[in-house]
């Protein structure tokens, strides 16, 4: 579907992080984990890169809104997205992708993610939560700190929904004084802190190309059956 959107509202959700909701289209369906691009309309300058991004709703299906999110970088896009108004317009292309859960309940997921990648796993756990579906579920959520990780408070409300749903917060800024939680890069050894079977569950890998290559190979030494790993690279990052 080929439509434009209104702008509703713009959120800080992180550290130069910022999440954007617009209207739902009429009869507008789409799947949590699912993508659309979005193109600016007769912005005021434009670059190399184009007027349009692709990026994945961090709304789920039963919201009332359709929302992204991502972090704002000195690009042309993102400075004229970053300064649009309330009641602009953009044209969305979409919904896309099949980076979704999967149906079978009893088959666990497990989320690996870094950073800005965590936008359509947002997605598919608030919808898995608002189904009630009898999934586990488990997010390994690694940012630089704490300030930098998109949705924080949203996972910790989901896990007091969700007795199915588990949310790891990850430091990598091993400078960081003031966390009492998990740190360091992901590794062998904390999926396994995690995981105890390693091959029970799906695995779902989203974000910038380079860390989904990184944590696929991850998961590879560790003997996981390829087709048992669901990626969705954010070409263009
Ligand atoms: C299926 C899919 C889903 C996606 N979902 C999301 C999402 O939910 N959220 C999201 O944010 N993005 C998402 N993306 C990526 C998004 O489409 C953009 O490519 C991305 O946000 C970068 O856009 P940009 O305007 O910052 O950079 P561009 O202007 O497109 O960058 C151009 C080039 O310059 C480099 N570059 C520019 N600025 C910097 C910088 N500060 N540091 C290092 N390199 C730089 C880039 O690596 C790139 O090679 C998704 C992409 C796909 C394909």
């Not at 190399?48 to 929302?67: L, V």
């Not at 997205?81 to 999967?102: N, V």
């Not at 802190?193 to 569950?201: E, S």
């Amino acid at each position: 579907m080929i439509t434009n959107v209104k702008l509703l509202k713009k959120t800080e959700i992180a550290k130069d992080t910022m999440a954007f909701y617009f209207e739902k289209p009429e009869n507008y369906e789409y799947r949590a984990g699912q993508f659309a691009d979005y193109t600016l309309i007769n912005p005021p300058e434009t670059d190399e890169e184009g007027n349009a991004r692709g990026f994945s709703f961090i709304t789920a299906p039963y919201e009332e809104n359709i929302g992204i999110a991502t972090r704002l970088r000195n690009t042309t896009y993102k400075r004229i997205l970053k300064d649009l108004r309330i009641g602009a317009e953009l044209k969305l292309d979409g919904p896309y992708g099949d980076f979704t859960l999967h149906k079978t309940e009893s088959i666990p997921a497990v989320f690996i993610i870094g950073g800005i990648g965590v936008t359509p796993v947002r997605s598919m756990i608030a919808q898995a939560t608002h189904d009630k579906t009898a999934h586990k579920m488990i997010l390994l959520h690694a940012n630089r700190t704490a300030k930098d990780a998109p949705f924080a408070a949203d996972f910790e409300r989901l896990t007091i929904e969700n007795p199915n749903f588990t949310h790891i917060p990850i430091v990598t800024d091993t400078s960081v004084s003031d966390w009492g939680g998990e740190r360091g890069h992901v590794d062998s050894n904390m999926i396994k802190r995690y995981v105890v079977d390693l091959n029970a569950p799906i695995y779902y890998l989203s974000g910038p190309e380079g860390m989904v290559k990184t944590i696929r190979q991850l998961l590879v030494s560790l003997n996981v059956n390829e087709d048992k790993i669901k990626t969705e690279e954010f070409t263009g990052y």
